[in-house]
């Protein structure tokens, strides 16, 4: 942030998911009540309906607020950092992609998942791999992205393996110094 233009928001929890009560949930499967459901049903088979409509209240209760404070201005830009564990990899997003670059394939696990085909046709230029959903494929995961998409929200998201900090940090300034 002292490099670019732009504002940050940093996510510090100790884990992956978010903690109610007695269940948990991915925080990038709740934007969309049916990825909630589907994330809360396969984390927590043997939880009541009840209990699963809990979560989804309080998720709703602040979701278009946190929608809102996520949302760019008109033609601006939203990037996401994350770190990935090793099990995740571009080849779990080629099959639901609009279009894929495999510049480095031998690095699967870092790759730029964006939203806007003129963002993809400059990032598939650059030495990292990148794929392209600007139309949903498969079924509703309620992820971020697939939102960024249906909402024509122009998303980058750059994703590296866990402790790849420095080919993170090359894949901002890369996108930073070559997207409008």
């Known amino acids: 942030m002292r490099k670019f233009k732009g504002k940050a928001l940093l996510v510090d929890n100790p884990t992956r998911v978010i903690r109610v009560d007695e269940m948990t949930f991915d925080p990038n499967r709740m934007f969309t009540r049916l990825g909630l459901e ?3 049903t396969r984390l927590h088979p043997e939880a009541s309906a009840e209990a699963r409509e809990r979560i989804h209240r309080l998720v709703e209760k602040d979701r ?6 996520l949302t760019p201005p ?18 779990d997003e080629v099959e639901i992609s609009n279009a ?6 031998d690095e699967p696990n870092d790759f730029f998942l964006c939203t806007d085909p003129n963002d993809y046709a400059i990032l598939k ?3 990292y791999n990148v794929v392209l959903q600007n139309a949903a494929k498969g079924e509703d995961d309620g992820s971020f992205s697939r939102l960024a998409a249906a909402r ?4 980058v998201n750059i994703e590296t393996a866990k402790g790849r900090v420095a080919e993170q940090r090359a894949m901002l300034e890369w996108m930073e110094t070559r997207l409008p």
């Open 38 to 40: 589907r994330n809360l």
């Open 64 to 69: 278009d607020k946190l929608l809102r404070a």
């Open 125 to 127: 230029t650059s030495p």
């Open 74 to 91: 008109k033609n601006g830009l939203l990037t996401v950092l994350h770190n990935n564990s090793r099990g995740y990899s571009v080849k």
């Open 100 to 105: 894929v670059s495999l510049a480095a394939p």
């Open 152 to 155: 024509r929200i122009r998303y």
